[in-house]
């Protein structure tokens, strides 16, 4: 098993916004990496994002009716960026390629190249 990163920035708390953004997070997950089976995804929001749940997005667009899902809030410090959509995904994979679009680009600046 495999754990592989990704996150996504918004920039309105709004549900087709959201949803443009976790499918295009998922989407490129999928295609930056070889995954054989997904076993559970993890998804965190800051605390500003209140206006859809992205689990519920990836569960009704995607084949993940038998996997584990679950959506927590991002723990806050004092220099958090908000508006951030993280995913942790447990699978069997060839890959574990992590994933930072936009915004949350500058969490992770060690992953550029
Ligand atoms: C830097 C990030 O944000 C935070 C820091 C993390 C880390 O240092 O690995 C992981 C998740 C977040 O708590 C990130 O999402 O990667």
Same mark, same amino acid.
């Given at each position: 098993?495999? !754990?592989?990163?990704? %996150?996504? &920035?918004?920039?309105?708390?709004? &549900? ?6 976790? /499918?295009? @997070?998922? $989407?490129? /997950? ?8 997904? @076993? *559970?995804?993890? =998804?965190?929001?800051? &605390?500003?994002?209140?206006? /859809? ?14 996997? %584990? @899902?679950? #959506? =927590? +809030?991002? !723990? +806050?410090?004092?220099? &958090? ?6 995913? @942790? /995904?447990? #699978?069997? *994979? ?8 936009? $915004? !949350? ?9």
């Amino acid at each position: 098993m495999i !754990a592989i990163r990704g %996150a996504t &920035s918004i920039e309105k708390n709004e &549900s087709k916004h959201i949803k443009e953004k976790t /499918i295009e @997070l998922y $989407d490129k /997950i999928m295609k930056e990496n070889d995954i054989k089976k997904i @076993l *559970s995804i993890i =998804v965190s929001v800051t &605390s500003d994002i209140t206006e /859809i749940n992205p689990v519920t997005i990836i569960r009704e667009n995607f084949k993940l009716k038998k996997v %584990a @899902l679950l #959506c =927590v +809030q991002e !723990a +806050q410090f004092k220099n &958090s960026k908000n508006g951030i959509i993280r995913f @942790l /995904i447990h #699978c069997e *994979s060839n890959t574990n390629n992590f994933v930072f679009l936009h $915004d !949350a680009r500058e969490l992770r600046p060690d992953l550029e190249e």
